[in-house]
């Protein structure tokens, strides 16, 4: 991405571009920020031990489980590693299962996170010749992080302001257990006013010049589109299928299968019913 940053592709669900780690390096040390699922995180550690770009510190963006569950395998292959993340999130680390109940698939698979450095509000992080800045940018979650390269003003926000699936497909990060319209409002403007160009995201990759600096109203605009259309459809018809087939239509610009749209609104159409559920703006049925 530039003369400090690596962009890793995690292969998440086993495809390509579906989510993103980073790596900075500074002149001291190396930073990764997030360690993807369980079973990427073995491979995300061989990538760099193939590299030859060992981190000294790990910064999680926030506790669910595509960001945060492959930490103890990443752990494992660099035993000096440094793990990171927002104050609020620790005990939410430390009782991984419990925080990631509602993606029962793989909750049962991941295992407490112990040792970690809380982080909050204003905290300078120097690896030599760069500074990290941090962000709290909560309504995804509670925990949720961005952290800003103030030398090449790059900013690593996880899944704070959404999800891009493509160029013209954008949704919101509603998704239990913390989801908060009040809290994600919030960050969209607290963004705004960040001094960054360069944005990255999780899911997935860079934006560079006037995308970037239009994400935070863009994702505004996105988020209020998906939250108003799950809940004209969940007044229509209060099931998830109604939801899901809806869905379906609005995916019809993703270049993949149909298999592949019915599974992603599936998957976003479960979330974002289980995200309103949890913030009682949709009735539990």
Same mark, same amino acid.
């Given at each position: 991405?530039?003369?400090?940053? @690596?962009? #890793?592709?995690?292969?998440?669900?086993?495809?390509?571009?579906?989510?993103?780690?980073?790596?900075?390096?500074?002149?001291?040390?190396?930073?990764?920020?997030? $360690?993807?699922?369980?079973? /990427?995180?073995?491979?995300?550690?061989?990538?760099? #031990?193939? &590299?030859?770009?060992?981190?000294?510190? &790990?910064? &999680?963006?926030? $506790? =669910?489980?595509? =960001?945060?569950?492959?930490?103890?395998?990443?752990?494992?292959?660099?035993?000096?590693?440094?793990?990171?993340?927002?104050? =609020?999130?620790?005990?939410?680390?430390?009782?991984?299962? /419990?925080?990631?109940?509602?993606?029962?698939?793989?909750?049962?698979?991941?295992?407490?996170?112990?040792?970690?450095?809380?982080?909050?509000?204003?905290?300078?992080?120097?690896?030599?010749?760069?500074?990290?800045? #941090?962000?709290?940018t909560p309504g995804h979650t509670n925990c949720s992080l961005s952290i800003l390269d103030r030398k090449n003003k790059t900013l690593f926000v996880g899944d704070s302001l959404g999800y891009k699936l493509n160029e013209d497909l954008f949704i919101g990060p509603i998704m239990p257990p913390e989801y908060s319209e009040e809290k994600l409002m919030a960050t969209f403007e607290k963004v705004k006013k960040i001094e960054y160009t360069t944005i990255c995201m999780a899911h997935y990759g860079m934006l560079t010049g006037k995308l970037a600096q239009?994400?935070?109203? @863009? $994702?505004?605009?996105?988020? !209020?589109?998906?939250?108003?259309?799950? &809940?004209?459809?969940?007044?229509?018809?209060?099931?998830?299928?109604?939801?899901?087939?809806?869905?379906?239509?609005?995916?019809?610009?993703?270049?993949?299968? /149909?298999?592949?749209? /019915?599974? !992603? $609104?599936?998957?976003?159409?479960?979330? #974002?019913?289980?995200?309103?559920?949890?913030?009682?703006?949709?009735?539990?049925?």
């Amino acid at each position: 991405m530039n003369e400090n940053t @690596y962009l #890793i592709d995690s292969f998440l669900f086993g495809g390509e571009e579906n989510m993103a780690c980073f790596l900075i390096v500074g002149g001291k040390k190396k930073v990764l920020i997030d $360690a993807s699922g369980k079973s /990427e995180g073995k491979r995300i550690a061989k990538k760099l #031990i193939d &590299l030859k770009l060992i981190p000294d510190m &790990l910064i &999680l963006t926030h $506790a =669910h489980w595509d =960001h945060a569950g492959g930490t103890n395998r990443i752990k494992a292959q660099f035993p000096q590693l440094e793990v990171m993340a927002s104050r =609020h999130g620790i005990e939410s680390l430390r009782n991984a299962r /419990e925080f990631n109940k509602w993606f029962s698939d793989v909750s049962p698979r991941l295992k407490p996170i112990e040792d970690v450095t809380p982080l909050k509000e204003g905290m300078i992080i120097d690896i030599g010749d760069l500074e990290l800045e #941090i962000f709290e940018t909560p309504g995804h979650t509670n925990c949720s992080l961005s952290i800003l390269d103030r030398k090449n003003k790059t900013l690593f926000v996880g899944d704070s302001l959404g999800y891009k699936l493509n160029e013209d497909l954008f949704i919101g990060p509603i998704m239990p257990p913390e989801y908060s319209e009040e809290k994600l409002m919030a960050t969209f403007e607290k963004v705004k006013k960040i001094e960054y160009t360069t944005i990255c995201m999780a899911h997935y990759g860079m934006l560079t010049g006037k995308l970037a600096q239009n994400l935070p109203d @863009y $994702a505004k605009e996105n988020y !209020l589109f998906w939250r108003d259309f799950a &809940l004209s459809r969940w007044k229509e018809n209060p099931s998830k299928i109604h939801l899901v087939e809806s869905m379906q239509e609005k995916f019809a610009s993703l270049d993949t299968s /149909e298999e592949m749209k /019915e599974a !992603l $609104a599936n998957m976003f159409g479960d979330w #974002i019913i289980k995200g309103l559920q949890t913030a009682k703006m949709l009735e539990t049925k």
